[in-house]
């Protein structure tokens, strides 16, 4: 061993992107923010509260390691260019 030189191993990442470990409702409220949609917007889109879309968006940057909206949006938009699944269209 080196002196100066840490010892501790990286860390190791699941093999999974951490979209998938959005549930279904939480990649939905993500997509509505990625689209730009306001809070309002995705509680009426979504027949939730704003309690409701505060707790989704908080383990939405939780399990994608993000502090901000932008963030999301960018890591959200790096996992799905691959997908192909059907997005809602705003009304």
Excluded: D, W
């Amino acid at each position: 061993m080196s002196s100066g030189q840490s010892t501790a191993c990286a860390p190791s990442y699941p093999a999974a992107p951490e979209s998938e470990k959005l549930s279904q409702r939480e990649r939905e409220v993500l997509e509505l923010l990625a689209r730009g949609y306001l809070y309002k917007e995705i509680m009426s889109e979504l027949v939730l509260s704003r309690g409701s879309v505060n707790t989704f968006i908080r383990r939405i940057y939780e399990k994608l390691h993000v502090r901000s909206r932008s963030q999301a949006v960018a890591k959200f938009s790096h996992f799905s260019l691959g997908e192909s699944h059907h997005r809602p269209t705003r009304n």
